[in-house]
């Protein structure tokens, strides 16, 4: 039995679990997936071109339209739009957090200085502010990590607001470019980590983007943290429709937004798990642990190390053990004092 209660005290102090600030689940947009999933769509409206958005079954989609009024050769006004909502982060020193979009370029045209990716830590969710800080106010604005579609620069950015200070540019080398980018997929993924440097706070960004020949082309950046201390999230576009040009590019600039998640990185913390012998019966052990409400646990067991836990038997039934509410979790379970050495792992889940 002593044998029996050092394996047993040692493998349940090695069990980790995740343990988050923020738990987002991917949205996948659509009528017949989740909806907006609580995403507001906006639009700053313009004089040349129309913007609309639309709920299709698989996608959120946002158009920009010429209304014709759009002389021959004169250009036509950009568009401003986001799908954004709000999402509370911990901004603690060593917090990380990845961040992914999926977007379709369903129609448009690469001539133009047209752009999509998305949008992080907007002021609010209609725009007001989008080309980056006021002189005037001093507000901060947003961190826009996009694509320029336009084939003279194909290029990935990093920049304040949707057309405002560049902190990073990279050429995409290979891959879709020009026309072949429309009707196909790209996925944005980012990865922000907030630091402290010598008592500054920072955050460090490293923007990545995938077409669909699974060429990646990537780009990192560092901002000041408090130029950017907002909590909406999402994609944004800025685009124009020329209308009838001398280049004679009319198709309406056509978005669908797919999925987008934010998923918190923060490091596993052990679950610590204490034991104690029954006084009444000395085959008994009472087991203690710290628990989260929402979660739920299991208590696996096995006889030997030599199969991963994951593929452990819950011991005696006990699965789903819901949080007590009282941050304390306590179970009593019996090996008994003639059986083989038995190890225990616990698996904390969501309800």
């Keep these: 039995m002593k044998t029996m209660n050092k394996k047993l005290k040692r493998l349940i102090f090695s069990i980790m679990t995740p343990c988050s600030f923020l738990t987002a689940q991917e949205v996948t947009f659509g009528s017949g997936q989740d909806g907006l999933g609580g995403f507001t769509t906006n639009t700053l409206n313009n004089t040349a071109t129309e913007e609309s958005w639309s709920e299709e079954e698989q996608s959120i989609r946002y158009i920009n339209d010429d209304v014709g009024e759009i002389d021959d050769g004169q250009d036509g006004s950009f568009g401003n739009a986001a799908l954004l909502r709000e999402f509370v982060l911990d901004r603690s020193n060593g917090r990380s957090y990845k961040i992914e979009g999926l977007v379709t370029l369903t129609d448009g ?110 780009a990192t950046a560092s901002v000041l943290a408090e130029s950017f201390t907002d909590d909406y999230f999402g994609f944004a576009t800025r685009a124009r429709c020329r209308g009838v040009t001398s280049l004679d590019r ?38 203690e642990w710290p628990s989260q409400e929402g979660k739920v646990y299991d208590l696996l067991g096995e006889t030997d190390l030599s199969s991963p836990v994951p593929t452990w038997l819950v011991w005696d039934g006990n699965s789903g053990i819901v949080a007590s509410g009282t941050g304390i979790n306590s179970l009593s379970i019996s090996p008994g004092l003639g059986e083989p050495t038995q190890f225990f792992a616990l698996v904390e889940r969501d309800q």
């Design 109 to 218: 045209y690469p001539d133009d200085n047209n752009r999509v990716g998305i949008y992080l830590f907007s002021d609010q969710a209609d725009l007001t502010g989008v080309d980056g800080p006021s002189p005037a106010q001093d507000e901060p604005g947003a961190l826009y990590l996009h694509y320029n579609t336009d084939i003279a620069r194909n290029h990935l950015e990093i920049d304040e607001g949707l057309d405002a200070v560049n902190y990073a540019t990279v050429v995409k080398e290979g891959g879709l470019s020009g026309d072949d980018l429309f009707g196909t997929d790209i996925l944005f993924e980012a990865v922000i980590d907030f630091v402290d440097r010598e008592g500054i706070a920072w955050i460090d960004v490293a923007i990545s983007m995938t077409d669909a020949e699974d060429v990646v082309t990537s």
């Design 250 to 287: 009319v198709e309406p600039w056509t978005m669908d937004y797919r999925s987008f998640s934010i998923t918190d990185l923060a490091d596993p913390v052990p679950v610590v798990l204490s034991f104690t012998r029954s006084t009444s019966d000395p085959g008994q052990l009472v087991l």
